[in-house]
């Protein structure tokens, strides 16, 4: 099984531009990334799939590989499926940017799904943790998942999901925590079809797969991650 990490990368961000060249130390927090997924050793090969000059050249000239995209995509998961529609790869990891301090076990756990799955009936593999904070439970910011008895997940919501109805069934609420792996033609599948309603009210991407029938299991773990999204994060980072 082949197994490749790609890490899209935009330069263009909303909330703090050109954020992925900031310096974290002595590297730019794109390479710390690349390195970070990369010293895994978990991967055949670990890419950079970017729209901008700056970041191609930042990974190209310390020896990294990186792709040029388009500009147009609306999310990393489009812009990923560009890069691996010639590549002959049988699944991939979608590393965000931005997580510099992504580590190795979330990631062998879900590249495990897939060497555990002989019928290859799984399409996507994602991360969930249990929240313990009932401010998280109703965050419209913290997107939830709710899965069946084998953690393949059933729905994803902004919403508390399930409904706490009944309050002493010992039921948990899990956050989703949006790292991926996907099987090649899955991902290739979502960058061709359409959002549908669910996806579009929630604005959850993950809700396209379950909106045309393709399974997602979710693998609990400790790791709920630390993505770099403002300057106070930035300043955080190095403090931490």
């Known amino acids: 099984m082949k197994v490749i990490a790609v890490i899209p990368a935009r330069y263009d961000s909303t909330r703090f531009p050109g954020k992925l060249m900031k310096k974290l130390g002595e590297d730019s927090i794109i390479w710390t990334t690349h ?38 995509h609306q999310t990393g998961s ?68 709710t899965v069946d008895k084998e953690n393949n997940a059933m729905y994803f919501s902004r919403s508390p999901i399930p409904y706490p109805r009944n309050t002493t069934s010992g039921g948990h609420y899990f956050r989703h925590i949006g790292v991926y792996a996907f099987r090649k033609g899955a991902l290739l599948d979502f960058s061709k079809q359409p959002m549908l309603p669910n996806e579009a009210t929630e604005m959850i991407e993950a809700i396209r797969y379950l909106e045309y029938g393709k399974k997602i299991k979710m693998v609990e773990s400790e790791y709920a991650g630390f993505g770099i999204d403002t300057p106070d994060d930035l300043t955080r980072a190095l403090e931490g």
């Open 78 to 145: 489009d812009r990923i499926a560009e890069v691996i529609e010639s590549m002959d790869v049988d699944v991939v990891v979608n590393v965000q940017g931005d997580e510099p301090f992504i580590t190795k076990k979330p990631l062998a756990d879900l590249i495990d799904v897939f060497r555990k799955d002989t019928q290859q009936e799984i399409a996507v593999a994602s991360l969930m943790q249990k929240i313990k904070s009932h401010q998280d439970v109703i965050n419209p910011n913290v997107v939830k998942v």
């Open 35 to 72: 390195q970070a997924a990369a010293s895994t050793q978990l991967f055949d090969n670990v890419i950079v799939a970017t729209d901008s000059k700056i970041i191609f050249d930042e990974i190209i000239n310390k020896g990294g590989e990186a792709i040029m995209t388009r500009k147009d």
